[in-house]
T-cell receptor, first 115, second 116 residues
């Protein structure tokens, strides 16, 4: 069964600083991986996804993530954080089950941005 | 707006009452999912529909919960005899599969349920 850990419950960064959010997954086969962002009171918006191919994935809003199979990680990065990036970030791992697309979400990392 | 919509956005009810939520997926999506999200946690899978067929249910979905998607378009999630532990955000998502893998799920804004 899949599982996802996000070691950092909460992170605070200064505006303009770089950001890295950690994600580790457990899955027996090649996973597909997602990062979603959730602003207060809102649904989840997909930032980026990895299915196969290039292990460095570019997403929206200047985010990127790198899939490292040897470390079972899929960390999210952004070179320069904007105040509007303050939100909850969820890493998710999916698998093709026999009947449906099963996606397991991590517990999330809350990002605060200091002006 | 062609995204996933959910109604109502907020629901406050008293313990023991029944509640029903509605989800309208993206029109061309044949797959629909319900999740529950409690404070400080990621979404947890509840159930999945492909067209009108409910193909998977989580053990989280007790007998008090029932979901339908009668015509393969919108879906409803009903909770009977609500309990305080049912207080959560209920998220709906949809996706499509057209013969190849396509697992990106598009989420609605959620329905926040508060049981007093």
């Amino acid at each position: 069964a899949q599982s996802v850990t996000q070691p950092d419950i909460h992170i605070t960064v200064s505006e303009g600083a770089s950001l890295e959010l950690r994600c580790n997954y457990s899955y027996g086969a090649t996973p597909y991986l997602f990062w979603y962002v959730q602003s207060p009171g809102q649904g989840l918006q997909l930032l980026l996804k990895y299915f196969s191919g290039d292990t460095l994935v570019q997403g929206i809003k200047g985010f990127e993530a790198e899939f490292k199979r040897s470390q079972s990680s899929f960390n999210l990065r952004k070179p320069s954080v904007h105040w509007s990036d303050a939100a909850e970030y969820f890493c998710a791992v999916g698998a093709w089950e026999t009947s449906y697309d099963k996606v397991i979400f991590g517990p999330g990392t809350s990002l605060s941005v200091i002006p | 707006d062609t995204g996933v919509s959910q109604d109502p956005r907020h629901k406050i009810t008293k313990r023991g009452q029944n509640v029903t939520f509605r989800c309208d997926p993206i029109s061309e999506h044949n797959r629909l999912y319900w999740y529950r999200q409690t404070l400080g946690q990621g979404p947890e899978f509840l159930t999945y529909f492909q067209n009108e067929a409910q193909l998977e249910k989580s053990r989280l979905l007790s007998d008090r919960f029932s979901a339908e998607r009668p015509k393969g378009s919108f879906s409803t999630l009903e909770i009977q005899r609500t309990e305080q532990g049912d207080s959560a955000m209920y998220l709906c998502a949809s996706s499509s599969k057209t013969g190849t893998k396509s697992n990106e799920q598009f989420f609605g804004p959620g329905t926040r349920l508060t049981v007093l």
